[in-house]
């Protein structure tokens, strides 16, 4: 059909081109579904799209040691690591200005937390550097009050290093906090640096910059009535170590000069002190290179280490190693999961047959009653249902009574059905037989009884007529029980803690593991993300074989 005539484009009743007018008139109607369908689609976002983004976010999401060891992961660049050697001073003097920084924050902890779970003691060697750190510059610190006991008050620090055009500096400090503590510090701190000073005394900058920033801002003090931490101290004892600035501050006549000249002329009694054996005196950790290496390994932004762990393997400087057969663990879990999801669910179909059966056939009254019985456990906690199995298959419980008192076992030879593969099979397929029973009772209520008897009026027998003409219809309702009880099979964790002991639990108990108590929520994010990319397969495979167009829940 054309939109033009003879004499032009036809017209809507207020003069535009139909064509126009309909296209108008369809975006409309787009437009107003969309309003009515916008509250329900940013409640799906809010509630389901973004956290469960967020949390498949974590299984990559590495930042942690890049924002709490900024300069040390700069300067183990240049490390190899390979070759035994630990790295050199350079990066241990950075480690300490980052960790004193991450201990007064209270951060170095977490750090640690999240090394340790690529490498055992990491946790604990942070956590004991953390408590020692201030006792590395407590020796400089000393060293400069007795060269001028000026230094011991604030105010000469303060009076020393403030000034203008060192605004770059505090702006980068600022940032290295806000990497650190995942907030921003933004604010007036009372302090403007020396460009000068910046400039002559870069280390001593940076480290009072760090301190003036936290004590303003996350203190909330007065910077120049409060004393530095030690880690400035031992900035300044390294800036006038090197040969070249002490030149540079025999020229220097402004604030603190005269401090800053007693100091230069002590620094023959400047302390000589080696960070690395400092570190290690604080924890032998620092002197093991493989913790050095995890360090450097788990150094970028994002990793894929979460993932390698959850498939059993373990990053290396080398590359992608297989963990020790002692430690793997994960991918024994999917395949029982799996495994015995599908075990569950054949259970679900054989017992829930014939069941959802009875309730299409038999007369509504006494139909009724049985679907009474079957939504019955819906009614009843989870947990309270796991329990009692619990009770029931236990050696001393109640089905192994019966078996003793009917004679099927020996009394000293009771079935073991807790604590196993048996006991999770048994309790499981227990509760998720509702599941299946119901879509299959809803697509057997709408097979007409007719179609038995017309099969067994040409000839078919019981057993025939069933299969050839009722099961086929049923399979449809097979398929959606199937994929129901399936998906819920493979998430459950409560009933397998409960019953299935070490050999009957999920992968999905390990998930709810590292969430709740290890808290390694990358690790437990990978796990999910292998796990959801698994349920996609099946169910991409699923569609290729029976297809998903054949499921039904009735109608």
Same mark, same amino acid.
């Given at each position: 059909?054309?939109?033009?005539?003879?004499?032009?484009?036809?017209?809507?009743?207020?003069?535009?081109?139909?064509? $126009?007018?309909?296209?108008?008139?369809?975006?409309?109607?787009?437009?107003?579904?969309?309003?009515?369908?916008?509250?329900? #689609?940013?409640?799906?976002?809010?509630?389901?799209?973004?956290?469960?983004?967020?949390?498949?976010?974590?299984?990559?999401?590495?930042?942690?040691?890049?924002?709490?060891?900024?300069?040390?992961?700069?300067?183990?660049?240049?490390?190899?690591?390979?070759?035994?050697?630990?790295?050199?001073?350079?990066?241990?003097?950075?480690?300490?200005?980052?960790?004193?920084?991450?201990?007064?924050?209270?951060?170095?902890?977490?750090?640690? *937390?999240?090394?340790?779970?690529?490498?055992?003691?990491?946790?604990?060697?942070?956590?004991?550097?953390?408590?020692?750190?201030?006792?590395?510059? %407590?020796?400089?610190?000393?060293?400069?009050?007795?060269?001028?006991?000026?230094?011991?008050?604030?105010?000469?620090?303060?009076?020393?290093?403030?000034?203008?055009?060192?605004?770059?500096?505090?702006?980068?400090?600022?940032?290295?906090?806000?990497?650190?503590?995942?907030?921003?510090?933004?604010?007036?701190?009372? &302090?403007?640096?020396?460009?000068?000073?910046?400039?002559?005394?870069?280390?001593?900058?940076?480290?009072?910059?760090?301190?003036?920033?936290?004590?303003? +801002?996350?203190?909330?003090?007065?910077?120049?009535?409060?004393?530095?931490?030690?880690?400035?101290?031992?900035?300044?004892?390294?800036?006038?170590?090197?040969?070249?600035?002490?030149?540079?501050?025999? /020229?220097?006549?402004?604030?603190?000069?005269?401090?800053?000249?007693?100091?230069?002329?002590?620094?023959?009694?400047?302390?000589?002190?080696? &960070?690395?054996?400092?570190? +290690?005196? %604080?924890?032998?950790?620092?002197?093991?290179?493989?913790?050095?290496?995890?360090?450097?390994?788990?150094?970028?932004?994002?990793?894929?280490?979460?993932?390698?762990?959850?498939?059993?393997?373990?990053?290396?400087? %080398?590359?992608?190693?297989?963990?020790?057969?002692?430690?793997?663990?994960?991918?024994?879990?999917?395949?029982?999961?799996?495994?015995?999801?599908?075990?569950?669910?054949?259970?679900?179909?054989?017992?829930?047959?014939?069941?959802?059966?009875?309730?299409?056939?038999?007369?509504? =009254?006494?139909?009724?009653?049985?679907?009474?019985?079957?939504?019955?456990?819906?009614?009843? /906690?989870?947990?309270?249902? $796991?329990?009692?199995?619990?009770?029931?298959?236990?050696?001393?419980?109640?089905?192994?009574?019966?078996?003793?008192?009917?004679? &099927?076992?020996?009394?000293?030879?009771?079935?073991?059905?807790?604590?196993? *593969?048996?006991?999770?099979?048994?309790?499981? $397929?227990?509760?998720?037989?509702?599941?299946?029973?119901?879509?299959?009772?809803?697509?057997?209520? $709408?097979?007409?009884? *007719?179609?038995?008897?017309?099969?067994?009026?040409?000839?078919?027998?019981?057993?025939?007529?069933?299969?050839?003409?009722?099961?086929?219809?049923?399979?449809?309702? +097979?398929?959606?029980?199937?994929?129901?009880?399936?998906?819920?099979?493979?998430?459950?964790?409560?009933?397998?803690?409960?019953?299935?002991?070490?050999?009957?639990?999920?992968?999905?108990? =390990?998930?709810?593991?590292? +969430?709740? *108590?290890?808290?390694?929520?990358?690790?437990?994010?990978?796990?999910?993300?292998? #796990?959801?990319?698994?349920?996609?397969?099946?169910?991409?495979?699923?569609?290729?074989?029976?297809?998903?167009?054949?499921?039904?829940?009735?109608?």
């Amino acid at each position: 059909m054309s939109d033009t005539t003879n004499s032009g484009p036809m017209l809507a009743a207020d003069g535009t081109p139909l064509k $126009t007018s309909l296209a108008r008139a369809l975006r409309r109607q787009k437009l107003r579904a969309l309003m009515l369908i916008a509250p329900l #689609l940013a409640f799906v976002v809010l509630t389901f799209v973004v956290p469960i983004g967020s949390m498949l976010f974590r299984s990559v999401e590495n930042q942690i040691v890049s924002g709490t060891l900024p300069e040390t992961v700069e300067a183990l660049d240049a490390w190899d690591g390979q070759d035994g050697t630990l790295p050199d001073e350079t990066v241990f003097q950075a480690l300490f200005f980052d960790i004193f920084r991450a201990a007064e924050a209270k951060e170095h902890t977490k750090l640690g *937390s999240r090394l340790n779970y690529e490498r055992t003691g990491l946790s604990s060697m942070f956590r004991t550097t953390g408590r020692g750190i201030d006792d590395i510059g %407590e020796v400089f610190q000393d060293w400069l009050e007795d060269a001028d006991p000026a230094f011991k008050d604030g105010i000469t620090w303060y009076e020393m290093l403030s000034g203008t055009g060192g605004e770059d500096v505090i702006e980068a400090r600022r940032a290295l906090w806000a990497n650190m503590v995942g907030e921003g510090f933004a604010g007036d701190i009372g &302090f403007t640096l020396s460009g000068e000073m910046a400039a002559l005394l870069p280390q001593t900058a940076a480290a009072y910059s760090d301190w003036a920033i936290y004590t303003a +801002i996350a203190d909330e003090d007065v910077v120049s009535e409060e004393d530095p931490w030690e880690a400035v101290y031992a900035a300044l004892a390294l800036d006038l170590a090197r040969a070249d600035t002490a030149a540079a501050l025999a /020229s220097y006549t402004g604030a603190g000069a005269g401090p800053l000249a007693n100091v230069i002329a002590a620094l023959p009694t400047l302390p000589q002190i080696d &960070f690395r054996a400092a570190f +290690i005196e %604080e924890n032998d950790g620092w002197g093991d290179t493989e913790n050095w290496q995890t360090i450097k390994i788990y150094s970028p932004d994002y990793t894929t280490g979460y993932f390698l762990n959850a498939i059993d393997m373990e990053k290396g400087l %080398e590359g992608v190693n297989a963990r020790p057969e002692s430690q793997q663990l994960y991918i024994k879990l999917f395949i029982r999961t799996m495994i015995m999801s599908l075990i569950i669910t054949g259970s679900c179909i054989l017992l829930g047959y014939p069941v959802a059966w009875l309730l299409a056939n038999l007369p509504v =009254r006494s139909a009724n009653v049985l679907m009474i019985l079957v939504l019955l456990p819906f009614w009843t /906690s989870l947990l309270v249902r $796991t329990s009692a199995w619990k009770v029931l298959l236990q050696q001393q419980g109640v089905i192994n009574e019966i078996f003793v008192w009917l004679g &099927f076992v020996d009394d000293a030879n009771r079935l073991i059905l807790m604590n196993n *593969s048996t006991g999770t099979i048994i309790a499981m $397929t227990h509760i998720l037989l509702p599941f299946m029973i119901l879509p299959l009772y809803s697509v057997m209520k $709408t097979i007409p009884p *007719s179609y038995l008897r017309a099969a067994k009026s040409l000839g078919a027998t019981n057993w025939t007529a069933f299969w050839r003409v009722y099961f086929p219809q049923s399979v449809p309702g +097979i398929g959606a029980g199937s994929i129901l009880v399936f998906i819920l099979a493979i998430g459950y964790y409560i009933t397998p803690e409960i019953v299935g002991g070490t050999d009957g639990v999920f992968i999905s108990n =390990r998930i709810a593991y590292h +969430i709740s *108590s290890s808290l390694n929520w990358g690790l437990a994010a990978a796990l999910g993300s292998i #796990l959801l990319a698994l349920v996609l397969a099946l169910y991409w495979l699923y569609d290729r074989i029976v297809g998903i167009d054949n499921v039904k829940l009735g109608g």
